[in-house]
C-alpha cells in the first residue's frame, strides 16, 4: 500500500517558511547590532551628522574629484603634479572624517596650508589664497553644528 507524502511536504514546506522567518529576524538583528556602539547601547547614542555637515562633505569631495581632474588635464608637471598628489590625499581626508576619524580634518588642514604655500610662491592672488587656508576653518564651524545634542567634532574619533 503506498502512502501519500502530500502531508510530508506540507509540513516540509511549512518549516521551510519558519526557517525562512528565523532567517530574516536574525538579518534584522545583525543589522540593530551594528547599529549599536561597542558597549552594546541602542542605537539612540548611535554616530549622528547633520544633514549640513553631510551636504558640505559632499561639496567637498566634488571640489576635490574637480581639482584633481583639472590638474590631471594640464599636464603631470611642476606644479600641477604636487597639486595631483594634494588632490587625491584631500579626498583621503574627507572619506576619512565620513568615517568618523578626527586624523582626515587634521590632513585635510595640512593639506590646505601645503596647497597654501604653493599657491603663494607661484604668486596666485592673495584673496584665492586665502580662502585656501580659511576652508578648514569653516570645516571646523561646520563640524560645530549639533544634532542630537552633541557636534560632529566631538563624535570624531
Known amino acids: 500500500m503506498k502512502q501519500s507524502n502530500l502531508g510530508q511536504e506540507n509540513s516540509n514546506v511549512e518549516s521551510s517558511n519558519e526557517k525562512e522567518k528565523e532567517d530574516v529576524l536574525f538579518a534584522e538583528d545583525s543589522v540593530t547590532d551594528t547599529l549599536r556602539n561597542k558597549e552594546g547601547e541602542d542605537k539612540s547614542t548611535y554616530k549622528k551628522r547633520h544633514g549640513c555637515v553631510t551636504a558640505w562633505f559632499i561639496l567637498m569631495l566634488i571640489g ?13 608637471y611642476y606644479p600641477h603634479n604636487i597639486f ?22 587634521w590632513g585635510y588642514t595640512i593639506i590646505c596650508i601645503i596647497a ?18 580659511l576652508s578648514p576653518v569653516i570645516l571646523y564651524g561646520i563640524l560645530q553644528i549639533e544634532k542630537g545634542g552633541s557636534t560632529s567634532w566631538d563624535q570624531l574619533d
Request: charged share 5%; hydrophobic share 60%.
Open 64 to 76: 576635490s574629484t574637480l581639482g584633481l581632474l583639472i590638474n590631471f588635464a594640464v599636464g603631470f
Open 84 to 105: 595631483v598628489l594634494l588632490s587625491i590625499g584631500q579626498l583621503a581626508c574627507i572619506i576619512s572624517m565620513f568615517n568618523w576619524k578626527r586624523a582626515g580634518f
Open 116 to 133: 597654501g604655500f604653493i599657491n603663494m610662491s607661484m604668486g596666485v592672488e592673495i584673496a584665492a589664497t586665502i580662502g585656501g587656508l
